[in-house]
């Protein structure tokens, strides 16, 4: 199927429905999920309504690192088997990926405040995250700095691959490292430990945050080959 | 006469030339002297949290040092001499960098010695200290071949390598600063030292292929 939507004009077409369709399904599960989460759960026993900010906070920062290594895949496929449209798919999706581990940070800023009593710590998830941003910026820096599209395509694939090292680092810091931020509830050897009437509105948040992600992605991509052929087209009436 | 020792000779003849390791040194000890400015003098306040800012200093010395080590070669053509030749691009880039830290680096981390004393570290722990910097710089500048291949052909990149590299320096900075606070040094820096194999075993290979991307 990659190989099949690599031809712009294919993809053109499939994301002519598609994107429309992914819109629709992120709209209609913030419009379950918001609601259900910030009103309709449980509070926590020990957190009260604070707890509430988990389901902004963990669907933005499990799809942060997600959106990375999607990044990351599609810089391999464009330098090892120059696939035309992974690197406008990689470029698309960065701004939304930093945005959702900007949100993370604010939102479990916000989170750490009354709960940890402190806006900030320098533990080893916290300051893997904000590596992870910094990354993030950097890489949608170096698209814009460089003048020729191929040239910044192929060298900001070799900067993702070489960022993409610090994907286990956040993943495995509250393991590895006596952390402030909470050691893992959900993708844990022996199976979730998080309570069940928590499960329904974090996935229904999980799956709207990837259906914004998957509209934006799309939308972008299609953004970019009009500019393209605009580009071309000027061109050749210049010629 | 192989591609290595040629390679090294001669960037390690041209970072020597022209003032060579004054303008970093500079830099180095400039950046060194904000801190008590910044800070306030008191000893005992230095001293606790002194030491360790040495390695900032440094960080971004080396930085600005990395920024031009392609970007001569690409503007003047040897950058296409280098992907000629029957040398492998990594051993040549390979041979820069060692050449970079014997004319940079080993003199900015001698120089982290007075540094340190001038930020009210112990003196015995300065040895530690200056060898905790060689290993340090050794990491930086595996990691910063990365940034500054990357880079090289950007007008006025020097801001955009470091939004690239400093993320990539967290780790030797805080277990160069764990040497420099005193704790765990042994431990620390087995692990700077793994830090600095690892960036010049695996830098020089992301790099090159860099290289080979901007010279078309």
Not at chain 1, 58 to 73: C, H, W
Request: aromatic share 10%; glycine share 10%.
């Amino acid at each position: 199927m990659l190989n099949y939507l690599s031809n712009p004009q294919r993809f053109m077409g499939f994301s002519a429905w598609a994107a429309p369709l992914f819109a629709v399904l992120a709209t209609l599960l913030f419009a379950i999920g918001l609601p259900w989460a910030l009103v309709f759960s449980p509070p926590d026993y020990q957190m009260g309504d604070t707890v509430r900010i988990m389901y902004l906070h963990v669907p933005a920062a499990s799809l942060s690192l997600g959106i990375y290594a999607f990044m990351g895949i599609a810089s391999f496929v464009s330098l090892v088997w120059r696939h035309v449209l992974a690197d406008v798919a990689a470029r698309a999706a960065a701004p939304i990926g930093a945005t959702f581990a900007g949100i993370c940070l604010v939102t479990g800023s916000f989170w750490g405040a009354p709960t940890w009593g402190t806006w900030w710590e320098w533990d080893g998830r916290l300051t893997s995250m904000l590596v992870l941003f910094i990354i993030y910026l950097g890489y949608i820096a170096l698209w814009s700095a460089i003048e020729e599209e191929d040239r910044a395509a192929r060298l900001a694939a070799i900067l993702c691959l070489v960022g993409v090292i610090n994907l286990p680092i956040v993943k495995f810091s509250v393991d590895w490292w006596s952390t402030l931020h909470q050691p893992a509830s959900i993708m844990r050897s022996g199976g979730t430990s998080i309570d069940d009437s928590m499960i329904g509105p974090l996935a229904t948040m999980a799956g709207a945050y990837a259906a914004l992600f998957a509209t934006l992605t799309l939308y972008g991509m299609r953004a970019a080959i009009f500019r393209r052929r605009v580009e071309a087209a000027e061109l050749r009436n210049a010629a | 006469m192989n591609a290595f020792s040629v390679t090294f000779r001669r960037d390690f003849a041209m970072m020597w030339s022209g003032g060579g390791a004054l303008a970093p040194l500079g830099y180095f000890f400039g950046a060194t002297m904000l801190v008590p400015l910044a800070m306030g003098p008191e000893r005992d306040l230095l001293a606790a949290a002194g030491p360790p800012l040495v390695w900032i200093a440094a960080a971004l010395a080396v930085l600005a040092t990395l920024e031009r080590l392609f970007q001569a070669d690409l503007e003047d053509g040897s950058l296409d001499q280098m992907l000629l030749s029957r040398a492998p691009l990594e051993w040549i880039v390979l041979a820069k960098a060692c050449a970079l830290w014997c004319a940079i680096g080993l003199p900015l981390a001698l120089a982290g010695a007075p540094a340190a004393i001038a930020l009210q570290a112990p003196v015995e722990r300065v040895p530690a200290i200056v060898a905790s910097l060689a290993l340090g710089m050794a990491a930086f500048i595996g990691v910063g071949l990365v940034g500054a291949a990357i880079t090289a052909g950007v007008k006025r990149g020097g801001v955009l390598i470091a939004l690239i590299v400093l993320p990539f320096f967290a780790p030797p900075i805080i277990f160069g600063s764990a040497v420099a606070s005193g704790e765990d040094v042994g431990a620390a820096l087995l692990i700077l030292a793994g830090c600095a194999l690892g960036g010049l075993a695996l830098g020089p290979i992301a790099a090159a292929a860099a290289l080979r991307l901007q010279a078309e």
